[in-house]
């Protein structure tokens, strides 16, 4: 069957238990055990989910989110399960999973946001003037915007609900969260939840070392970016949700950085510089996007995904 490339707002698969609509995933109950995670055409801006769908986003943020998936296996397992996302629904809901679903393990989540931030840009770069830190941690001064900082920084954040927004928060508390979070997951497997934040911590910078190399010799810079990890029962973390995608991550040409100036982007910051030229006060409901815009931003994750995975977009 052909993908549909009408873009998909929300989906309306009845064939499964629906859990939850997010910013941007729809995700269903398939059994006990497995989910399946549908990205839709949605985009969210300073946690404002916008009134106008991104043609071929849906399909970019999984296909980007699978390769890297394969990619860093060799780091830590990950929530695939390897079934095709068509087998799960009625057939006549097929359209809205070809090319833009998984189905997943059933894991526990992390009650954090775990960010990596290679690049001094966004509010690290407001930290820094205030501060001379980031999130605490402390840099060297005289570092300008965008500056590639002297290691990767791992600054974890809560998970905000939708309309919320995250908050920055040192690595005890997130070690403190993780720990009342997992409690009953873990228990009988000799394991803890602060033990489990700081493997999280291990590997998102692993993660985030390894694929911004990759990315730099494809001419991509990944500026900042952030995971999410998940346990089975055995207390195994795994990684899970998305990862390192045009949503995620903040993606910059590398032709065309300079050290000193706000880099263009591949990724959703196309749309809040947009936004920012807006008087709005960044609350629901968000101001609707010309055309221009919407086209400008599906062209930008487009690119973004097949300069990463080296194949054209499937059609």
Not at 161 to 190: K, M, W, Y
Request: aromatic share 8%; charged share 25%.
């Amino acid at each position: 069957m052909p993908l549909s490339l009408s873009p998909v707002f929300t989906t309306t698969i009845r064939s499964l238990p629906l859990i939850s609509r997010g910013k941007v995933r729809d995700i269903y109950a398939v059994g006990a055990d497995k989910l399946l995670i549908v990205a839709t055409d949605r985009l969210s801006a300073f946690d404002v989910i916008l009134s106008d769908p991104i043609p071929k986003k849906g399909q970019v943020l999984t296909e980007v989110a699978n390769f890297w998936f394969a990619k860093l296996a060799h780091i830590i397992p990950n929530q695939l399960t390897g079934i095709d996302p068509q087998s799960v629904v009625a057939p006549e809901e097929a359209a809205e999973v070809i090319g833009r679903a998984v189905v997943a393990r059933r894991l526990q989540p992390l009650p954090i946001e775990a960010v990596v931030r290679g690049y001094l840009i966004g509010s690290g770069w407001k930290d820094y003037r205030q501060t001379g830190a980031v999130c605490g941690l402390p840099l060297p001064a005289g570092l300008k915007l965008a500056a590639r900082l002297p290691e990767p920084l791992f600054t974890p954040a809560t998970k905000a609900e939708i309309g919320e927004h995250d908050e920055n928060i040192a690595f005890p508390t997130a070690q403190e969260l993780c720990a009342a979070r997992l409690a009953n997951v873990l228990d009988g497997t000799g394991k803890n939840g602060a033990a489990i934040c700081g493997e999280a911590r291990d590997a998102a910078l692993a993660l985030y070392r390894e694929a911004a190399a990759y990315a730099l010799a494809r001419g991509i810079i990944i500026a900042d970016t952030k995971f999410e990890f998940g346990v089975d029962a055995a207390g195994t973390l795994h990684l899970i949700d998305e990862a390192l995608t045009p949503d995620s991550s903040r993606f910059w040409p590398a032709d065309s950085y300079r050290e000193g100036e706000n880099p263009a982007s591949f990724d959703k910051q196309f749309v809040r510089d947009y936004l920012e030229t807006l008087d709005w006060n960044k609350k629901a409901p968000g101001p609707r996007l010309p055309a221009e815009i919407i086209a400008k931003t599906s062209e930008k994750y487009v690119e973004a995904c097949e300069r990463l995975t080296g194949e054209k977009l499937p059609d």
